[in-house]
C-alpha cells in the first residue's frame, strides 16, 4: 500500500513540474515578440464577424481591418451572465478581470481595478480616448472610472479628474457642467490644464498638451446624422497629442454606435457605423505602419443583435440580413492585430486575456 502512495505522488509531483513549464514555455513564448512602445486598442461596440462582413460587402471587398495579418476570438462572458453587457465587457478588456454586468472596473465585491490606461500612465506613457459616444458610456468610463454602476455617469465624469488622460475625445458635456452636485468640472479641467473644447473647435488645430473635446451635450449624432468624419478626426488629433510623448502611449477608441444600431436592428445604420469604425481604424494602421513601433488591436466587447447575412453581392456592395434578437449575444467576437506583439493574439482567447497580453507587449508589470 505504502509503495502505491509513493508511486501516485511521484505522478502527482511530475504533474505539477509539468504544468509549471507549461506555464514558463507559455510566458517564454510571449516573452519572444516584439516590445511595443505605443497600443492603439480599438473596441467595435457590439461588433460580430457579421458585422465586419456586412461592412465589407457594402464596401465592395474594402475594409482596413480585414488586411491586418494576425487575427483571432475572444469569448465574452462575464462574470454574473452567459451575456455580457459593454460594462463589465470594457472591464475585461481594460483590467484582465471579468466582473458582474453593469459594473465600471470594479471587481464581484465592487473593489476598484487596476485598468491598462492607469498602467500605462504610471510607466510615464501618454494616455488617450476617442469615443463616439459620452466618455462617462460604458466602455470608455471602464478605462479610466471606479464605480459600482454605468448609469453613475456624474460620479463617472468626476473619476476623470482623478485620473487624468491626456486626450479625451467624445460627448457628454452636460454631465460635467450640469450636475446635480453643482460642481463645474470644466473649470476644474481648466484649472488642471486641459484644453476644453466643444464641437466649435478645429481638432486638428491641437498638436500638443492636455485636451478635452466633448462636442456633445450627451451623445454625438449617428454618422448619418451629420457627425462626418468625427471619429477619425479624433484618432488623428489623438495621435498627433500623444506622440509627443518619448516614452509611448495608449489610446484606446471605441466604435460606439455599431451597438445601438445592431439593438435597434437598422442594417444600413449599423453598416454606416461599421465603415465610419474601420475609417478610424485605418488612420490608426496607417500611423503604426510608419512608426514601426505600435501595435493595433481591433476587437469587441460583444456581439449586438444577432446578425445574419443571407445574401449579398460584393461586386456591387449590396447585402441582405436578418436580426435574432435586439440584445447582445454570447458569441465569440473578432481580434485583429497589427505591429509588435501581434501575434500573441491569435486563436481563441478570453475577453481577459487581451489586457494581459497588451501589459506583456509593454513590458509591464501588474501593480
Not at 509503495?3 to 502527482?12: P, S, V
Not at 483571432?72 to 460594462?87: K, N, P, V
Not at 466649435?200 to 491641437?206: K, N
Amino acid at each position: 500500500m505504502r509503495n502505491n502512495y509513493l508511486f501516485i505522488g511521484w505522478w502527482i509531483l511530475l504533474g505539477f513540474l509539468l504544468i509549471g513549464n507549461l506555464s514558463f514555455a507559455q510566458k517564454r513564448h510571449l516573452s519572444r515578440f516584439p516590445r511595443a512602445k505605443n497600443i492603439i486598442l480599438m473596441i467595435g461596440d457590439g461588433m460580430g464577424t457579421a458585422h465586419v462582413f456586412a461592412a465589407y460587402t457594402a464596401q465592395k471587398g474594402q475594409l482596413h481591418m480585414m488586411t491586418f495579418p494576425v487575427t483571432g476570438f475572444s469569448l465574452t462572458q462575464s462574470a454574473s451572465h452567459y451575456i455580457t453587457d459593454s460594462g463589465a465587457g470594457g472591464t475585461a478588456l481594460a483590467t484582465g478581470q471579468r466582473t458582474y454586468n453593469g459594473a465600471i472596473s470594479v471587481d464581484v465585491n465592487k473593489q476598484p481595478l487596476t485598468t491598462i490606461l492607469e498602467i500605462a500612465k504610471k510607466n510615464g506613457l501618454a494616455t488617450g480616448i476617442v469615443v463616439s459616444c459620452a466618455v462617462t458610456h460604458a466602455t470608455p468610463a471602464t478605462f479610466y472610472a471606479h464605480q459600482s454602476s454605468r448609469a453613475q455617469d456624474e460620479d463617472i465624469a468626476a473619476d476623470l479628474l482623478k485620473t487624468q488622460p491626456d486626450v479625451v475625445i467624445g460627448g457628454g458635456y452636460k454631465f460635467f457642467s450640469q450636475r446635480k452636485d453643482q460642481r463645474n468640472l470644466v473649470e476644474e479641467l481648466k484649472q488642471k490644464g486641459y484644453q476644453v473644447v466643444d464641437s466649435t473647435a478645429d481638432l486638428s488645430s491641437f498638436q500638443k498638451g492636455k485636451l478635452i473635446a466633448l462636442v456633445a451635450q450627451g451623445h454625438p449624432a449617428e454618422v448619418s446624422g451629420g457627425r462626418g468624419n468625427f471619429l477619425s478626426k479624433g484618432v488623428q488629433t489623438a495621435l498627433n497629442v500623444l506622440s509627443q510623448n518619448k516614452k509611448g502611449f495608449f489610446l484606446m477608441v471605441e466604435g460606439s454606435q455599431i451597438d445601438w444600431a445592431g439593438h435597434e436592428n437598422d442594417l444600413q445604420y449599423l453598416v454606416q457605423e461599421t465603415i465610419d469604425f474601420d475609417k478610424a481604424v485605418g488612420v490608426a494602421l496607417d500611423f503604426a505602419r510608419k512608426d514601426g513601433k505600435t501595435l493595433v488591436i481591433v476587437t469587441a466587447d460583444h456581439e449586438t443583435g444577432g446578425l445574419a447575412i443571407t445574401n449579398g453581392d460584393i461586386a456591387q456592395g449590396n447585402i441582405e440580413a436578418k436580426f435574432n434578437t435586439k440584445d447582445h449575444t454570447a458569441v465569440m467576437v473578432p481580434v485583429f492585430a497589427y505591429g509588435p506583439g501581434a501575434e500573441a493574439f491569435t486563436g481563441v482567447q478570453l475577453n481577459t486575456d487581451i489586457f494581459h497580453k497588451m501589459l506583456r507587449a509593454y513590458r509591464f508589470n501588474l501593480p
